[in-house]
């Protein structure tokens, strides 16, 4: 059957819907069906009349054979008779006998060849019956298949005004949720502005106070005679566990002096981190922890000191950063408390002229404070998912964040925004600015690469790939090596950047690395330092490439180790809320 044929066929049953629904579907179905009985009997019409044709010769071919057998028996009869009587001589009559038996076997014969050419006609017919059966069984087939072709039309018809209506309904929604990010940011805006007023009250409120405080003071003095007839005050006392650091801190302050006294009271025009490297002396590794402190309510993940050394600040699942005063080492005096964020906090760095701490937290903001007086000064919003890490740089101009959203973003401080985004291809857990112009920044990823990025350009200069995935970066302060913690190995490579490769691991029995470790150079990059899942601390020496005995005084892990500017004396973090100072001063 042609494809003509087959498509004129499909014709009446595509239109027995339409029949049905005029309700004058039986006289015409009728029709239909007698048409179509009609189209696919027409093709067997010629082998109905060729195998009738061949079956009424047959018929007759049976009664001539029947007749001659007939004829054939007397002329057998006859031929005997003749045989029995040797002497007569064979007539005309026998003769024709014979003719006739010649005949009748050439007739049978070729009654034997029709017999032949019937079984073939009749096998074909039988052969044409089953392919008529098939063709019948693939046409029911065709029947369903266009009946559930029919359903699905309707299906999707449905399904298509159901995505119109969703997309519509997606349109709305999409509209009400830019109206509610803008309430949400207004919101966000308000309590910021609630949370700096509210910092500016208590600023008012301490000071107010410190006035009635020194007014009472002074009208509680002696009078004149009495005091000069006590001759000179006396000097506030001074414990020898806080000498060497009021040393240093005066040595600090003496050289920032001279150092804007130099250039003509504008300032000094060396950088904060370039008089820390000039005046920090050699670093060394402090033997016991002279203070405990309980600095938050959850968990503590971050921890960064001022580039003077005067202040370090800790950030915790709390939601708050808390700041720290190390003049009285080592004694440590709570200094305030930021507040603003709407998770916790994972990492933060303080800007070089110690007035500015930037912090990053799960909520996928990254925020910036003054130091002084603890307002919020920006809300970085950007992110899509949470920030593991932020740095200043650029001279504390500009910044850059990193986070689980695989993207690092370069801002600009002074106007809050965002100046390029970065696809970095994996979760960036940690960042390093090797130059404070911000063309080189190298970035530690969970896919194991350390990444080296220029802020002009969109990918990244070259790739290192580590042993596992990275859980921290530390740059030494000449800016020559990199530390980089190692998650699945619980190592640390220790990277010459000139070489561009790794010219040391350390590693130890015991260590265990977790995803928040944060492995980090002493000042004078003599010593690196990491915390490990069992609570102990583990130091390595850069120059002999060999380990140092740290005494194992945590009860928990310990996420993150810093040393002080000045290289005398750290401070631990301990996952379980509290930090711990060490030093050389036995307490």
């Known amino acids: 059957m042609s494809e003509t044929d087959s498509i004129e066929l499909q014709k009446p049953r595509l239109q027995t819907w339409e029949l049905i629904y005029r309700g004058t579907w039986p006289n015409e179905y009728v029709q239909l069906l007698k048409k179509r009985n009609d189209e696919e009997s027409k093709p067997f019409v010629d082998v109905f009349g060729s195998f009738s044709n061949l079956y009424s010769q047959l018929e007759q071919y049976r009664g001539k054979i029947k007749k001659l057998d007939y004829e054939n028996m007397i002329r057998q009869e006859e031929i005997k008779s003749i045989a029995n009587d040797p002497g007569k001589q064979f007539t005309d009559s026998e003769k024709r006998i014979l003719a006739l038996q010649e005949e009748n076997i050439s007739l049978i014969r070729q009654s034997e060849g029709n017999q032949r050419e019937l ?67 207004l919101q966000k805006k308000e309590e910021v502005d609630i949370i700096n007023l509210k910092n500016e009250t208590m600023k008012m409120i301490r000071d107010h106070q410190m006035f009635y405080e020194l007014e009472n003071a002074r ?126 906090v994972m990492s933060i760095d303080i800007d070089e002229r110690d007035q500015y701490l930037i912090g990053g937290s799960n909520d996928a903001a990254v925020r910036i404070w003054q130091i002084t007086g603890g307002q919020i000064r920006a809300t970085l919003m950007g992110h899509d998912n949470k920030i593991l890490t932020v740095k200043f740089y650029g001279h504390s101009q500009r910044a850059v964040s990193g986070s689980h959203d695989r993207t690092l973003r370069l801002w600009d401080v002074r106007t809050s925004k965002n100046m390029r985004t970065i696809f970095a291809r994996s979760s960036c857990n940690d960042l390093a600015v090797l130059s404070e112009t911000g063309t080189n920044i190298v970035s530690g990823h969970f896919d194991k690469r350390l990444r080296f990025w220029d802020e002009r350009q969109d990918t990244s200069s070259h790739e290192m790939l580590m042993d596992g995935r990275i859980t921290s970066i530390d740059l030494s302060f000449c800016g020559k090596y990199l530390a980089c913690s190692c998650k699945d190995t619980s190592a640390i490579k220790f990277i010459d950047l000139k070489l561009n490769q790794a010219i040391a691991t350390f590693t130890a029995d015991g260590l265990r690395i977790g995803e928040q470790t944060r492995c980090s150079f002493s000042p004078d990059g003599q010593y690196i330092a990491v915390g490990s899942s069992d609570g102990s601390i583990y130091v390595w020496n850069t120059r002999t490439l060999k380990r140092e005995d740290v005494p194992r005084v945590h009860t928990s892990a310990v996420p993150a180790i810093r040393w002080h500017p000045f290289g005398q004396t750290f401070v631990s973090l301990e996952k379980s809320k509290r930090f711990y100072v060490w030093s050389n001063t036995e307490v």
């Open 119 to 185: 079984l073939k006609m009749t096998q074909k017919v039988k052969e044409l019956a089953k392919k008529e059966i098939l063709i019948m069984n693939l046409e029911q087939k065709c029947y369903k298949v266009e009946q559930e072709n029919d359903i699905l039309k309707d299906e999707l018809t449905t399904l298509q005004l159901m995505y119109r209506k969703s997309e519509d309904e997606n349109k709305k929604l999409k509209g009400e949720n830019n109206q509610m990010l803008e309430k949400i940011l």
């Open 219 to 344: 009208k509680e003095e002696t009078s004149p005679d009495q005091s000069a007839a006590s001759g000179t005050a006396t000097a506030a006392p001074t414990t020898s566990n806080s000498r060497p650091f009021g040393i240093l801190s005066r040595m600090f302050r003496k050289s920032e002096s001279e150092g804007e006294e130099a250039d003509g009271g504008r300032g000094s025009s060396v950088s904060s981190m370039s008089r820390h490297r000039m005046y920090s002396g050699p670093s060394i590794i402090p033997a016991n922890v002279v203070n405990k402190v309980d600095a938050h309510t959850s968990e503590i993940y971050s921890l960064a000191f001022s580039y003077q050394g005067t202040i370090f600040a800790t950030g915790g699942a709390d939601k708050t950063i808390k700041l720290w005063r190390t003049s009285n080492m080592p004694n440590i005096d709570p200094l305030s408390t930021l507040t603003g964020c709407n998770a916790g």
